[in-house]
Each structure stands twice: as structure tokens, then as C-alpha cells.
């Protein structure tokens, strides 16, 4: 099914992860993908995996100057999605100021940079990637939650702003990606079938997942100013 056929895709944080799933289902779905992140190495690799034709570029979205080069210099997108982010994460008394400031940079302003310089196609898309911590916080990642709510708003008004360019959040629960491989197998699993217990879709998320929501997205011509939740029931639970 060629729903994006010749459209132009624009993927930050696209070399894993949720980032890596939603350029596969582009590119399956017959669009021109790019991915982008900060480290040629693993763009290399992801594009290699992803599957022919994927183009890569190294940006860095903490870089104010380097996201605003890179899009006056590059044609405009039909879609860009935004799903970079390195964001340590802790008790409010406990994480450093330096890594609370590292993680609102990162998700937050890294998203910003990018909404503010992107050049977009009238009734095209730009996505942005948050989180359900914006709606259902947790004592031990309070700046997660806050963060994940100031790009939920920042979503609705860029709506506005950009319009007719359309805006959108998708906001995931607990998904199985490369960034829990720092855990060992063993207690990784155990957070996993601990939380699949708790939810109602009783089982945790896959990268592809919330890749099918943010095509879903991009494909609606009707879908703008809007979060949809991909988080197996977390929000409620």
C-alpha cells in the first residue's frame, strides 16, 4: 500500500527505536525517507536496516544554528517527525540541575528548534513524540511528565501557527526499545511483565506500535491539535 507514495518524510531520531520503526512503516508505505540524529554511525546502520533508499543526515536539535542550517538548506518535507530525545530522569531532590536542564533541552527544546525552523508543506504534517507521564505522573520522573505536557501544548498551538500545516502529538506508554538495554536482561524483563500486569492491553508497547499511530496522523487530513495515546491503558489504569 503506497498511501505516502512520493511524499517527502523527515524522521529526527530516526536511527532506533520508535523513531527507526516509524521510517521503516514510511518507507514501506511508499514515502522518500530521511532519518536524522546525532550520530553518523548509527544512522548509518539504522538506514542499512531500515531498508534501501533511506537517506540519513546528522543533526543534533540541542544545536540551534546546525537545525536551522540544515533546514535552509534542505526542500520542504511533507511530513517531519520529531522523536529524538535524551532525557535523564529521577526525583525532582535528586536529579541534577544539570541533567534536568540536559533533559528539557533535549525533548523539549531539541523539538522546538525543529518546529521553528522546519519548512513544511501546506496540509502536510509535523508530529512531535511525547509521553502519558503529561497525564499520569510519577513521584520519580516528574520532569519527564512536566516536559511530556509542555510538548502536548506546544502541539496545540503550533496548530494554530502553522496552520494549514497540521500539528500533532502521539504520546506512548512504557515501549520496548533500545533504551532500556542498560538494564539487565533479567530486571528488564520483570519491569516489563510487571507492567504488562497493570494494563489493560496486558502487555507493553512495541516501536511499531507507535509508528502506526503517527502514519495515522500524517494520513488523517482532519487530525490536527491532537495527542493520541498509544499506552496499552496506562493512562488510565
Do not use: C
Not at 69 to 78: E, G, S, T, W
Not at 89 to 103: E, I, N, T, Y
Request: glycine residues 8%; hydrophobic residues 50%.
Amino acid at each position: 500500500m503506497n498511501t505516502f507514495a512520493s511524499k517527502s518524510v523527515l524522521v529526527v531520531g530516526g536511527s532506533s527505536g520508535i523513531g527507526a520503526a516509524t521510517a521503516h512503516a514510511f518507507l514501506a508505505a511508499g514515502a522518500e525517507v530521511t532519518i536524522a540524529s546525532r550520530n553518523a554511525a548509527k544512522l548509518e546502520q539504522a538506514a542499512r536496516d531500515i531498508g534501501a533508499g533511506v537517506r540519513t543526515a546528522v543533526l543534533d536539535t540541542t544545536d540551534s544554528a546546525a537545525v536551522e542550517a540544515f533546514f535552509a538548506n534542505a526542500p520542504a518535507f511533507d511530513h517531519v517527525v520529531v522523536s529524538a530525545a535524551q532525557t535523564p530522569s529521577g526525583p525532582v531532590r535528586k536529579l541534577s540541575l544539570a541533567d534536568a536542564r540536559s533533559a528539557m533541552e533535549s525533548k523539549f527544546w531539541g523539538a522546538y528548534h525543529v518546529a521553528r525552523a522546519a519548512k513544511i508543506k501546506d496540509g502536510g504534517s509535523l508530529t512531535l513524540v511525547s509521553g502519558f507521564l503529561s497525564v499520569r505522573p510519577s513521584k520519580t520522573s516528574v520532569l519527564q511528565g512536566a516536559i511530556n505536557a509542555a510538548l502536548e501544548a506546544l502541539v496545540r498551538g503550533l496548530a494554530l501557527e502553522l496552520s494549514p500545516v497540521r500539528v500533532n502529538a502521539v504520546s506512548p506508554g512504557l515501549i520496548d526499545t533500545p533504551l532500556w538495554s542498560k538494564l539487565d536482561d533479567g530486571t528488564r524483563q520483570a519491569m516489563f511483565d510487571a507492567t504488562a500486569e497493570r494494563l489493560p492491553a496486558r502487555r507493553v508497547g512495541r516501536p511499531e506500535d507507535v509508528a502506526n499511530a503517527i502514519l495515522y496522523l500524517a494520513a488523517t487530513p482532519f487530525a490536527s491539535g491532537s495527542t493520541v495515546f498509544v499506552d496499552g491503558g496506562g493512562a488510565i489504569a
